[in-house]
């Protein structure tokens, strides 16, 4: 069974990374991706864009039922208020 051109030249390259003149190398940050802790953020930032969401909306039912109400007013609609 050969290996393919991808599979020869990522080990070449695995061996520049870890084995440089037989000195294993530590591997840098930015050779692991933490799924985890990507995974917690975006759950907390669509947690905090509900809430958001969430005071907007009754925010905009104020807004609305308060303009609703001064139609009404002015087109008599509500009736005599005292």
Do not use: C
Request: hydrophobic fraction near 40%.
């Amino acid at each position: 069974m050969s290996t393919s051109y991808a599979d020869s030249a990522q080990a070449r390259e695995w061996d520049k990374r870890f084995d440089d003149w037989g000195r294993p190398k530590a591997p840098k940050e930015d050779d692991f991706h933490d799924y985890e802790a990507a995974a917690l953020a975006l759950s907390e930032a669509q947690a905090l864009r509900a809430a958001l969401q969430l005071q907007e909306r009754k925010a905009a039912a104020k807004r609305i039922n308060a303009a609703v109400e001064q139609i009404g007013d002015f087109f008599g609609m509500n009736g005599e208020k005292t």
